[in-house]
């Protein structure tokens, strides 16, 4: 298994608009991904523009399919105005 962090922050104006679409995201790649085991949204208390997402793949492959899906390219493209920031980690389980 790989686990996929994502650290997004978004404009404030967009914040509502933008949960809305990370949610619908999550859901969609959750249906369509045999390998996404798991798609968790956080949204920090102290900062509502700070977003954590944690995602569960059963290898490589299947994040490379989630990389290149037309859901994702059409997701990034959607919340591309809306992004401040963004990091990556990718994570292997220890336990």
């Known amino acids: 298994m790989l686990v996929h962090t994502a650290h997004l922050r978004c404009r404030p104006d967009a914040v509502e608009q933008f949960k809305s679409r990370l949610q619908k995201h999550a859901e969609?790649?959750?249906n369509a991904e045999e390998g996404c085991q798991k798609f968790?949204?956080?949204q920090a208390r102290e900062e509502p523009t700070c977003f954590l997402l944690v995602e569960h793949y059963l290898d490589e492959e299947a994040l490379e399919?989630?990389?290149v899906a037309p859901?994702?390219?059409q997701f990034r493209k959607d919340v591309s105005d809306w992004i401040t920031s963004r990091d990556w980690w990718f994570?292997?389980?220890l336990n």
């Open 28 to 30: 969609i790649t959750l």
């Open 40 to 42: 968790a949204i956080h």
């Open 65 to 67: 399919i989630h990389r």
């Open 71 to 73: 859901h994702y390219l």
């Open 91 to 93: 994570w292997d389980p």
